[in-house]
């Protein structure tokens, strides 16, 4: 395809085709993903969206439709559903994604677009108007880089990008967009239906805005950055949290997100020592009466489960948690559930509520004399590395303590006694390792009983950070994220 192809009826029939792919049977789908994946497509759609973002999208209305299509399958594609492998995601990021959609957002023309506000009393004359459809396309624009970027962020090997890019700052912006963007003024009478019905689509795309920019800021940020979360979702978490209250009743998915995509990222909003403020025992009724209702439903118990974990760490929400009904649900559920994740989700919310009574170690004093094991605490993303590890410790007659090899009854009591027993606790850091509540445990556990603790950093251009950082601290690391 020539340049002068990008702008044909041709392209415009592939781009509709693509936009439209996502809706094909699974099936289809799934050969179509691979050779998506095979000709590296998101190369190919980064050359045109470079090319329309040169010619300019509000300057002529066919390089903005091309635009959207293209904006909108590259949304579909890098979508969890869809990409459940990474691969279009990962190839996205390597043709400049990240970085294209953060020099979006960012133009200053844009932002000042969206921060005005239209109070329309003559609909006829205002949707007519340049001003108000240059608005129109910058809002779904901007929306559909948003999207894809928090795609893109759902890959945490990918955060590095986000964060050489000075993502954060931009799109902390985006949750600052006024609420009342698009004000309705005018009678709602006949003859007016297909005014009100736009208007309320744009609505829709500017509270869609913030939702995503607020869901994605915990994806990239650093531990240290709490307060700028804070200070950026303060308003739009109460939105959040009336969609979720909202889908209790009602079985939709709201500004693109399904339900459990949403609980996902409350989950991780909530991971966030600073922003539990906003979670009160309303909030964790909803999840507890979803917890105790949904019992045929392993995905939303998983998710729901794992929001209430995250949220565990902080007292103010064990004190809501810690009550005779909260316990029954969770202790009912980690029976009855079929999901292994959901009882161990359980076990851990017992734990942490000090429901688990915690064994104390009675070797401490004499762990440095390498009577115990050597345990290797990592995240499941580098099993393959931790293996070749252990194989090699043991080469050398050494007693290796790997989760493959040695778990037996429940997960926390396997974990606990393998760091109670051991001698030294090898640390595998990166950045999923970082996000996962049981490593967070292990290390914190190993750390409260003095154990001597290696840092294995497992991520290049990784850096510890938050309650990791604190953990690895100034010891020496071992770099296996350069060895051949």
């Not at 762990?367 to 090699?392: E, F, P």
Request: a negative charge; glycine letters at 4%; hydrophobic letters at 40%.
């Amino acid at each position: 395809m020539t340049r002068e192809d990008y702008e044909s009826e041709i392209t415009l029939k592939i781009l509709r085709f693509l936009e439209n792919l996502i809706h094909q049977p699974k099936e289809w789908i799934s050969g179509a993903k691979l050779k998506l994946s095979e000709m590296k497509f998101p190369e190919m759609a980064m050359t045109l969206m470079n090319s329309y973002k040169e010619k300019g999208y509000l300057v002529r209305r066919i390089v903005f439709v091309h635009s959207i299509l293209l904006y909108n399958s590259m949304s579909n594609f890098t979508d969890h559903e869809f990409d459940k492998e990474g691969l279009i995601r990962k190839q996205s990021a390597d043709a400049g994604f990240i970085e294209f959609g953060c020099d979006i957002l960012n133009d200053p023309s844009y932002r000042e677009s969206l921060r005005k506000c239209y109070v329309i009393q003559s609909p006829e004359e205002t949707m007519q108007s340049d001003d108000f459809n240059n608005y129109q396309k910058i809002l779904y624009i901007c929306d559909s880089a948003l999207t894809i970027l928090y795609n893109l962020a759902n890959l945490p090997e990918l955060k590095i990008h986000f964060r050489e890019c000075n993502a954060m700052t931009i799109i902390a912006e985006f949750t600052k967009l006024p609420t009342n963007t698009i004000q309705i003024q005018f009678p709602e009478i006949t003859g007016n239906e297909e005014y009100i019905l736009s208007i309320k689509e744009l609505q829709d795309v500017a509270s869609a805005i913030r939702v995503t920019s607020c869901l994605l800021l915990p994806l990239i940020m650093n531990e240290d950055e709490d307060n700028l979360l804070a200070t950026n979702t303060s308003e739009v978490l109460p939105l959040l949290s009336g969609m979720i209250q909202m889908y209790n009743r009602n079985d939709q998915r709201f500004y693109g997100f399904s339900f459990i995509e949403l609980v996902d990222g409350l989950s991780k909003l909530m991971v966030r020592g600073r922003t539990h403020t906003f979670i009160d025992q309303n909030l964790v009724n909803l999840l507890l009466n979803i917890l105790e209702h949904s019992t045929q439903d392993n995905s939303l118990l998983e998710c729901v489960s794992n929001a209430i974990l995250n949220a565990a760490f902080d007292e103010r929400v064990q004190k809501f948690l810690d009550s005779d009904h909260a316990i029954n649900v969770i202790r009912s559920t980690k029976h009855s559930s079929q999901s292994q994740l959901v009882k161990k989700n359980c076990e851990a919310i017992l734990w942490t509520l000090n429901r688990i009574p915690h064994k104390c170690s009675s070797t401490i004093s004499n762990s440095c004399k390498l009577q115990g094991h050597i345990m290797i605490s990592y995240n499941r993303s580098v099993t393959a590395m931790c293996l070749k590890i252990r194989d090699r410790l043991k080469s050398l007659h050494y007693n290796v303590w790997l989760d493959v090899d040695n778990i037996n009854g429940g997960v926390l009591e396997s974990m606990a006694q393998a760091v109670e027993n051991s001698s030294i606790v090898l640390i595998c850091m990166n950045e999923q390792y970082k996000q996962s509540y049981y490593c967070r445990l292990e290390a914190e556990y190993a750390t409260e009983l003095r154990k001597p603790c290696i840092p294995c950093l497992m991520q290049p251009r990784f850096r510890p950070y938050g309650w990791l950082g604190i953990i690895k601290g100034a010891k020496i690391h071992v770099d296996f994220a350069t060895s051949p």
